[in-house]
Structures are given as C-alpha cells and as structure tokens.
C-alpha cells in the first residue's frame, strides 16, 4: 500500500501562485510515477501532470502547460506541483496519485484550490 497525504492548497487572486505538496509513505519503492489530477464542481476528475518518480519525465495537460510544474524530491517521497499564473479556471479539489503499474492506483484525500477573479 501507498498512503498519499497533500496540503498547500487554499485561496488565491487570480495571477497568484500556489505550491501544492504531496508526502507519499508506505511501499514506496513499488511507484513508477506521480501525479495531479484535479476536479471542478460538476465536472470530471481531469489529468492536470506526471512524473516519474525514477528519471523525472514530466507530463502536462494542455491547460497548464506553461504555467504549472511539477517535481519530485525523492529523498523525502515528496511530489509538489508549482502553480502559477493561476486562473479562476483552475479552481478544484486537487488530488495527488501514485501509480505502480499502468493507471494510477493510489489516491490522495485531496486539498481545495480556489482562485478569486
């Protein structure tokens, strides 16, 4: 098992920056990648970035290329997603995940993100 905890999340101006934080903890050596997903109200869980947890490749949805980064720091299992420029677009729960096979498997509880215009 692989126990996900975030937090950074909160209330922002639109333009603003957030750091969102993601510990991972238990069979952590099983995770071949990292990511955020996040959903709006009334909408779908959406792909927002990846990586993996070995070389570092990244991967980013189309809406927030340019504007969010994603990263890892293995020493403390611990994947951030850097959000800037935000938009009142991106406001979502944001949910951390870990996958140790093709699809993303373990799940965070998630941390709210608002953007005020």
């Known amino acids: 098992q692989v126990q996900l905890v975030e937090s950074g999340g909160g209330l922002v101006q639109a333009g603003g920056s957030l750091r969102l934080s993601c510990a991972a903890s238990?069979?952590?050596?099983?995770?071949?990648?990292m990511g955020w997903f996040r959903q709006a109200p009334g909408k779908q869980r959406e792909f927002v970035a990846q990586?993996?947890?070995?070389?570092?490749?990244?991967d980013y949805a189309d809406s927030v290329k340019g504007r969010f980064t994603i990263s890892r720091d293995n020493a403390k299992n611990t994947v951030y997603l850097q959000m800037n420029s935000l938009k009142p677009e991106d406001t979502a729960v944001y949910y951390c995940?870990?996958?140790?096979?093709?699809?993303?498997?373990?799940w965070g509880q998630g941390t709210q993100v608002t953007v005020s215009s």
């Open positions: 990586i993996t947890w070995s070389g570092g490749s990244t």
């Open positions: 238990g069979r952590t050596l099983s995770v071949y990648a």
């Open positions: 995940a870990a996958r140790t096979g093709t699809k993303f498997n373990y």
